[in-house]
């Protein structure tokens, strides 16, 4: 959202980056808190049902993106930051429920630290 309203070169490269960093490190960590606790016969399963959300959410939402866009990209990044607050509110939540990090480690992965 930020960068959508930055109003000077400096602040949108700086955030241009800032978003970079965070979607390099954000994947392996949200991976492996989604697989923490499931059972290895569901996981493919679940990462599976995920992937395809989310390409049903970028097609789904794309379009109405591009609309915007057309009419005003610095809106358009907007409305997309203000789409990403759903789940930012969610993650918050497992955080502060305790449910991040918790779960007990599968049969297997304990062989494994055999």
């Known amino acids: 959202m ?4 930055a109003g000077v070169f400096w602040l949108a490269v700086l955030m241009m980056w800032l978003v970079i ?3 390099n490190i954000r994947e ?5 808190w989604v697989n923490q606790g499931l059972d290895p016969a569901t996981r ?3 990462n599976s049902m995920g992937s395809q959300s989310d390409a049903i ?3 789904a939402g794309g379009p109405a993106l591009g609309v915007i866009g057309n009419a005003s990209v ?5 409305v997309s930051g203000l789409l990403r607050l759903p789940a930012l509110l969610l993650y ?4 502060k429920r305790g449910t991040v ?3 007990q480690p599968t049969e297997d992965a304990l062989e494994l630290e055999e």
């Open 28 to 32: 392996p960590i949200f991976d492996a």
């Open 57 to 59: 959410g970028q097609a």
């Open 92 to 95: 918050a939540r497992a955080i």
């Open 21 to 23: 960093a965070v979607r």
């Open 74 to 78: 610095p809106a358009a990044l907007v």
């Open 44 to 46: 493919a399963t679940v």
């Open 101 to 103: 990090g918790t779960a």
């Open 2 to 5: 930020v960068f959508g309203l």
